[in-house]
């Protein structure tokens, strides 16, 4: 769980870079994926190791995020 809050702050952090710099939030949104797919990414890859899972919960997005805050176990929770 401490890996999953680290990364989800380091891409918070990035986040908050790119949005200072209107250029480089432009350049993300048109060429990259957006910060929900990443988060998304990385909770469903941490989770359940699959490749497959990853693409689908990156597709998915902020959906899956919302999703897991839900749905996460009491013991997830407590950390």
């Known amino acids: 769980m401490n890996k999953i809050k680290l990364t989800l702050a380091f891409f918070l952090l990035i986040s908050l870079e790119s949005f200072a710099h209107s250029e480089v939030k ?4 048109r060429n990259g994926i957006g910060m929900g797919s990443v988060i998304a990414i990385v909770i469903s890859w941490s989770k359940n190791k699959s490749v497959l899972y990853a ?3 990156g597709v998915l997005s902020w959906l899956y ?6 749905n996460r176990e009491d ?3 407590n950390n």
């Open 26 to 29: 432009q350049s993300i949104y």
């Open 65 to 70: 995020v919302i999703y897991y805050i839900i």
């Open 55 to 57: 693409i689908l919960h």
């Open 75 to 77: 013991k997830e929770k």
